[in-house]
């Protein structure tokens, strides 16, 4: 069975930092451009970041660009977000997705409509950002 599981959210101060990872069973990620998303209580989803399959390439939305850094490590089937100086507006839940196209991820990041959705999904982690 193919799955992504996010981890890493919690509660974090303003100007905190937390590290989510996504990872994958059932299948290799290696092969696959994976996408960060984020979803706050009332508004629409947001992808925020993406990087490709062989990492060397990485798009961020203006809203997380200069803070956020997204980053694979393949032979541990793992991607992962550090996300530094975060904001009362970064919480939200945080999922991460699976795609065959880097394409249609960097197209998503400036239109959130201008793309399928990924192929596979994590359930998400939430990240709270409170003082």
């Known amino acids: 069975q193919l799955q992504l599981v996010e981890s890493g959210g919690g509660l974090v101060q303003p100007g905190g930092s937390l590290r989510l990872s996504c990872a994958a069973s059932g299948f290799t990620l290696e092969h696959y451009t994976i996408g960060w998303f984020r979803q706050a209580p009332g508004k629409e989803r947001e992808a925020i970041s993406c990087i490709s399959s062989d990492g060397g390439s990485t798009n961020y939305a203006d809203s997380v660009q200069g803070r956020f850094t997204i980053s694979r490590d393949n032979a541990k089937n793992t991607v992962y977000l550090q996300m530094n100086s975060l904001k009362p507006e970064d919480a939200a839940i945080y999922y991460c997705?699976?795609?065959?196209?880097?394409?249609?991820?960097?197209?998503?990041?400036?239109?959130?409509?201008?793309?399928?959705?990924?192929?596979?999904w994590g359930q998400g982690t939430q990240v709270t950002v409170s003082s």
């Open positions: 997705a699976a795609e065959w196209s880097a394409v249609y991820c960097r197209i998503r990041i400036a239109n959130p409509t201008g793309a399928r959705p990924p192929d596979y």
